[in-house]
């Protein structure tokens, strides 16, 4: 549900001449910003602007970026508002694309799935099925401390099968909207044991070694014991055992395959997990049941089909590279959930928005250790990408970083749209590309250089949302917005003078973004997508609405005389909650 401030009408406005109509001049109050430095930011509140932002006659000439910023606490208001001003005829201010960029990206970038919408839309029913359908603790008997009570009996049964076991499985249809009363029964192969993972091939795609080879079934858990499994650990913290046997199962079945409609274009379900899992099957005086709990944490994943016998052709070597992200991203899910479901401190699953900020961080992190990047490395398109042809980086590329990349791109088309505080992360993909972002911010920033310590307090709680992220960050929710906004914007300008807290440590967005925005949005150049409105004076009008924890970004050049104001619909000086200003001297 989106709120809405009432009619605000708040309107941006720009005047010219005799050293603008309210601004205090060169005497160093807020509003002049004709004092400021290069690469100072200054924060303005409404009663710093009551008379505008002034540049005053006589002010040299300069660049800015104001950043209309919207900081309520309650997600999903908007403040609506109107800019006036001619357009200055430098669109590209700051904007620069290394050389050979453009012809990199059509290579390496040009025929990826750009958004995995049906996956999406696959895990926003899984998930929000766990938030209105399982309950942490019941209201007469709170959850223990420990898993045993509800699973001592069954964990004591489920010893480590043996390759070529057949065993039970009940796989959630995520095609209803009750998860736990619909289910497929099956059964599946045991087909690889490693340390860490049980990899099992459902009995109806056929025999396992049918499906994939020794070779590939080893990849697979190799992957998963060396890189995927003590990252997720590291960062999030160790997943539960409900069934006692210290390993994850990885289903393959064609029944996901089937969530993906026969020609579907745009993207697929590449699989989920389920925390009716972790859940008995029937009431009990610790938890509720969920009948189609298996009592185990498993992946259900994308099979391969190479005849399309279950909707659409698939060859084992897309299912592999399709799915490397897949578990990245849902094993976060399965910690995060199993934590807090083993937690008695905790009352209720993560924030959407959150956890799939951090499902998505996830990606990332295992995309680093894949390719023995720090935590906090600075990568650049070069890094990222290091061959103009097809190669095993770029297999990474794709598996682990590209989808973050996409959906940032997505935000950066419209800021004042899609916040990453959002109830909107189960629709928007743009909402997701915001979360990682503000979440990558944070870290980078706020995380006393311990990125993985950082993370792995989000995912403990017991707080939920943007309580838990301001409390873990120990800043109010106005330094994180700020910091952040700005940085999308300051990242490896080169600004001089900048504070380092502006700037990303784990990424070079202006080299990373623009060869994945010229594929995701067709740009005929490579560019910074990230949405700037140039202002001067005169009569151009901008309507804008900012959701809250994002904000409009706008362009303002020197020399004055100059004077920006927020007004409301009556013409005086207008201010909502949460209102601030953030201006950056880029030159």
Not at 68 to 74: A, E, F, K, L, Q
Not at 324 to 340: D, K, L, P, S, Y
Request: glycine share 10%; with cysteine.
């Amino acid at each position: 549900m989106i709120k809405r401030i009432a009619p605000v009408g708040l309107i941006l406005s720009l005047a010219c001449g005799g050293g603008g109509d309210g601004g205090t001049g060169p005497d160093g109050s807020p509003s002049d910003i004709s004092t400021m430095a290069v690469g100072e930011v200054r924060v303005l509140n409404p009663a710093d602007i009551t008379n505008g932002i002034d540049l005053p006659a006589g002010s040299p000439s300069g660049d800015y970026v104001i950043i209309v910023g919207n900081t309520n606490n309650i997600k999903d208001v908007e403040a609506s508002y109107t800019v006036t001003g001619d357009r200055s005829t430098d669109a590209s201010f700051g904007i620069s694309t290394p050389s050979g960029l453009s012809a990199q990206s059509n290579v390496l970038v040009g025929q990826i799935p750009l958004a995995r919408t049906p996956q999406q839309a696959v895990e926003n029913k899984v998930r929000a099925f766990e938030r209105r359908g399982l309950a942490l603790r019941t209201p007469s008997n709170p959850l223990s401390s420990s898993l045993s009570p509800r699973f001592s009996t069954q964990a004591a049964s489920m010893a480590v099968p043996a390759v070529g076991d057949v065993i039970n499985i009940k796989i959630p249809d995520a095609s209803t909207t009750n998860l736990c009363n619909n289910f497929i029964t099956t059964q599946a192969v045991v087909a690889s044991v490693s340390s860490k993972a049980i990899l099992a091939v459902d009995t109806l795609d056929g025999p396992p070694l049918t499906v994939f080879t020794p070779a590939q079934m080893d990849s697979i858990t190799n992957e998963f014991d060396n890189v995927t499994y003590p990252t997720d650990a590291a960062y999030f913290n160790t997943p539960t055992d409900v069934d006692g046997n210290g390993h994850i199962i990885i289903l393959f079945s064609g029944q996901i395959n089937k969530l993906t409609p026969p020609g579907t274009t745009g993207g697929f379900v590449g699989g989920f997990f389920f925390a009716g899992d972790f859940f008995p099957t029937v009431d009990t005086p610790q938890a509720q049941g969920c009948l189609q709990s298996n009592g185990a944490e498993i992946f259900y994943l994308l099979s391969p089909d190479p005849t399309g016998r279950f909707g659409n052709v698939r060859t084992t070597s897309s299912v592999r590279q399709g799915t490397r992200g897949t578990i990245a991203h849902e094993f976060q899910h399965m910690i995060n959930a199993g934590n807090r479901f083993q937690n008695p401190a905790v009352s209720a699953f993560e924030a959407t928005w959150l956890d799939e900020g951090l499902a998505h961080f996830a990606e990332d992190a295992v995309g680093r250790v894949s390719r023995g990047f720090g935590d906090l490395e600075t990568l650049d398109f070069a890094k990222l990408v290091p061959c103009n042809t097809p190669c095993s980086q770029a297999n990474d590329f794709n598996a682990f970083f590209f989808q973050n990349l996409a959906r940032l791109t997505y935000w950066m088309s419209s800021p004042d749209k899609f916040s990453p505080l959002s109830n909107m992360a189960d629709t928007s993909l743009a909402v997701r590309g915001a979360a990682w972002a503000i979440l990558r911010y944070a870290a980078d920033n706020l995380s006393a250089n311990d990125a993985r310590a950082f993370t792995k307090k989000l995912v403990a709680g017991p707080d939920t949302g943007l309580k838990n992220l301001t409390t873990v960050a120990k800043v109010p929710v106005d330094t994180i917005v700020a910091g952040w906004l700005v940085s999308m914007y300051a990242d490896h300008l080169g600004i001089s003078g900048l504070n380092p807290k502006y700037e990303y440590r784990s990424y070079n967005f202006r080299s990373a973004m623009p060869p994945v925005a010229r594929s995701v949005l067709n740009q005929s150049v490579a560019s910074y997508p990230l949405i700037v409105r140039p202002i001067g004076s005169g009569a151009d009008n901008f309507s804008a609405t900012n959701r809250s924890g994002t904000g409009t970004y706008y362009r303002l050049t020197g020399p004055g005389p100059k004077n920006v104001k927020v007004l409301d619909g009556s013409g005086n000086a207008g201010s909502f909650t949460g209102e601030h200003v953030y201006v950056l001297r880029v030159q």
